[in-house]
């Protein structure tokens, strides 16, 4: 064996090790008992530390080496080489007693953010949120990938993104949504959003996202779905991905969108090629990559006419009396609507990157120093007036509402945005090779689709960078206009503007 | 830290690896996608071998070696070493390649059993038990912790007992049990077993066995029931212990009775005393002491008519049209049906000992190698006809019935019987000293008798070895008088006999 088959080999007893933490951290979201939580914290440590023990071993570093010296890597082996380099220097930079104390920070603050939020007080909050940023600045320090702090957070979650590449993507969206807000807020036709809002019988929600699921061509025989609190979607192996959905009994969107979305998720990881099955490269590429093929999946196909031709009578069939009267233009139209809302995760397609640029914009300050973290709450409302022409009557509404700063999660949600706009781009290029696409929706047919995320995208796993296969894939870099123009061609005709 | 303290940090992260370990089987059983079973045994494989590779470190045999040379240990620290070092030793004394040999063995040997048991056909699994039952002899070699090899097998699920030992309870058990299973079927007045053979609604067959286990004191906070194919019970951490159970829509006692049973072992796995938790000491003390927990639950309380006549109008209330014109002592005769049966699990009170005495005797015979595995179908149906006085008509209803042997578990099958004789034992202690106990049961009220089995037995885990406890407990050795007395005073009253 030489050093990359080594390297490979032990890679892969460390992504098995990974599938086994996957599974602490599923069976916590979906099945703990709630006396467990401690036991259980004490568990994924325990694993934690034995796959960083394994990462940083003499082992790991020599081999390395070793490979680098290789010549005419092939495009697998170079990939595994470079991943597994990016992982084991992720790890032998951080001293351990660093990681050690953003875990404990993060847990006291995701603690206090709970309280802060419940009492609408973010001083309660404040002190830990300090405390994680300037462990998160160390973090950046240590790392030290790219010449400003907020840049080497986000290659953590998006590699090869820095923030001024990110911010002229953004600024040249945020001009276009604005335009398209302003332009869809003074239509004088606007949808029900009020057919969502009815009651919804738990169970048979329940049942219709299984039928859509099975029907995106999610493997049963691979994965589950189950409930959960917040949906996510995990691998616990190289044929077992699972994802959850929530159900609102009052609110028909967070199930069946939940449910599409997440399975978006999981069509991605279900496709890497067998060759990089437990390996390094079997993950997503990036966050950006992956939230854009949930966002493909939820809001391309999943809110479009063509699916609901095909899904709807079937829905209608299980909610006879919700639906009656109500025409699939109706339905289409309010699963479709827009309004500037407080809550980033019930925000719509065409709001939601407002949400994400203010985040983004206030990261950058903060990590740079530029403002104080006890200004936040303020900046955080302004802005959202600036962005959304609406102020939170609470910082719970407000500040508050999501856990990733509790997390010290600095820079990952600017892949939020960045998914929405490699979806857009991706779809874009399919529907120029096969421009009948969305017919086959309405025969309830959608394994074109994932024919060609899987050949192009899905397969690939980490082999190739973000941006490289944004280029291969359509031909050119991150284009924020495919996203804008999906945008207009689907809402002004909804708002009939 | 002295060498004990050390010991006991390396073996409260043993344990919490072996925790983990338990998910994965839990989750195997529970949850997984039938596609991936292979990802996950590479996932058990691994796991195995790192809590293998701990276990025989040099540092813990160095540990082992210097803990005992302390003196004046404490009753945890000196039974923390006791346990230690029997769970070292059986993994050094093991060659990696026996085990490993023995591990991919079962897993074909379990395929084979399964086709030979759906083919009827005993020749298909022949060849690979007879490869197991070779190995396992090697087993007994490696081990050699007692003269015979087979006391040497038992020994690894109940410490401390030997054939001798246990031949000589069960022999005296076998004519007490043949005269009572006579003495029952000349009554001419037999419960009627059709009532249990309605339509039984599943859901609601559910809802009653999650009402019942709570009323027993399973604590949902920390721990969960859920559905297999075959019920068990296992932890996954000091604060968390699930069971299973499996509901047949044409059969009541399944679901019910596997419920209490199940839930008894839990109940014990939920007992132990804090200072032995994440410990080498936080486990049954033996398979039979296990089994005694579950027994004493299952039916000495739940097939007693004090536990029914609480229950039983509840029952009642959710299955009107079953229990219509049943009375709550043909309701209670029929959940005490005595009948000889070809199938252990479904075996009553009286008869199960049988079918465990024919398999002990049999695999005496194997491991001697007294008989040929080829003879063992012609064998095991003799000695049901001697024992039970019927003949199965395929091998499917004979020696292929269980899942054991395929496993490569010899040894393991006398302790189901020697569980019904610790129970009886350990109970009819807990109806000295407390007489009104069943009474209690009438009320709803079960958290006396768990506090006897609490104070006595639970919170030791592995601190006393199991025939220490029964003499702590009972004040005697093991006297299977106290199991055919309890059978006597209750079945002939049930058969008027």
Redesign the interface.
Known sequence: MNAIEELKKEFS?IT??N??RA??GW?EQV??????F???A??NA??SK?VHERLISDKIGKLIKEAEKLTDLNLIDSATLREAKREYELEVKLPTELVEEISKTSSHGYIKWVEAREKNDFSIFQPLLEKLIGLKIQVAEKLDTHPDPYSTLIDLYEPGATYDWIANIFNKSKQNLNHIIKKLNVSSDKPDFSILTQKWNVDKQWDFSMEVIKGLNY??????QDKSVHPFTTS?????T?FTTRIDEDFFSPCIFGSIHECGHALYEMGFMESIH?SVLADGVSMGIHESQSRIWENMVGRSMEFWKYWYPILKNSFPNNLKDKSINDFYRSVNTVQPSLIRVEADEVTYGMHIILRFELEKDIIEGNVRVSELPELWNEQMENLLGITPPTNSDGVLQDVHWSRGSFGYFPTYFLGNLYGAQFYNTALKQYPSLPNDYEDGNFSNLLAFLRDNIHQYGRIYHARDLVKRVTGEELNPNYFIEYLEKKFYPIYNV
């Open positions: 007893e098995r090790l599938y086994i599974l602490l069976d099945n703990l008992p709630k006396g467990s401690g036991a259980r004490e568990q325990l694993m034995i493997d049963l025989n691979k994965g589950r616990l192996s190289s044929s077992d699972r437990d």
